[in-house]
């Protein structure tokens, strides 16, 4: 099914590991963005990309790196993790032309101890 | 900064109609106004959007008020699928906005 996909959808690290959450749409968007949601708020803006090999930093980029791989990957790393980043990490992508709305992954539960 | 203020919650039984609001009254004229809703452990999911007529589509309808400063999201025959966070926010109509979320409106729908 034509969507956005988020590996892994659970993880727990322990205080000053790395890992990388993955993203990836097959919908041909050009554009692409990682937010987080921390319990009982909103989304915030983390990066963006608005093409393959652009990113742009959102409202809370700090501890977080990107890199949009191609145009259907755009992976969000945490080089050491901390138990501020315990959050529900959402990855969307949208088309440029017209107007359609987001289309939002499952998200990915992330835990730090 | 784009910003909406709306309830943090309501209610409505199920079957009925619901009217959720969003006050939006810095809305410049080129911004459209949009409406997500989350579902719980989902991401959002784009329910509909206007400018400054009132619209509607298989979700939802959306009434805007005639000075653009207040808008309301109508769900005609609430069911308990439509339970969910509902957000509105204003944005641009295309390019590379990037949507600010605000905290929402818990809808609950009473069985």
């Known amino acids: 099914n034509a969507g956005v996909t988020q590996t892994p959808k659970f993880q727990v690290l322990k205080t000053g590991q790395s890992m990388t959450l993955q993203c990836a749409q097959d919908m041909n968007h050009n554009s692409m963005y990682w937010y987080r949601q921390d319990p009982g708020m909103g989304l915030r803006l983390i990066y963006y990309s608005a093409s393959e090999g652009t990113t742009d930093k959102g409202e809370v980029p700090n501890g977080y790196n990107v890199s949009r791989l191609n145009k259907r990957e755009f992976s969000l790393r945490l080089e050491s993790a901390a138990p501020s980043q315990t959050s529900v990490y959402f990855c969307a992508s949208r088309p440029d032309r017209g107007f359609y709305g987001y289309t939002f992954g499952s998200g990915t539960r992330l835990t730090v101890v | 900064d784009a910003k909406t203020t709306q309830p943090n919650s309501m209610e409505s039984n199920e079957e009925e109609p619901v009217h959720l609001p969003c006050n939006h009254s810095?809305?410049?004229?080129?911004?459209?106004i949009h409406w997500y809703r989350q579902l719980p452990s989902q991401g959002p999911e784009y329910v509909i959007h206007g400018l400054t007529s009132n619209v509607n589509n298989r979700m939802a309808s959306l009434a805007i008020a005639e000075d653009r400063k207040s808008s309301t999201l109508i769900l005609h025959r609430a069911t308990l699928r439509d339970a969910a966070v509902y957000y509105c926010i204003r944005g641009i109509y295309f390019g590379n906005e990037k949507l600010t979320f605000g905290t929402g409106t818990r809808l609950t729908i009473i069985p």
């Open positions: 810095t809305i410049s004229g080129t911004d459209y």
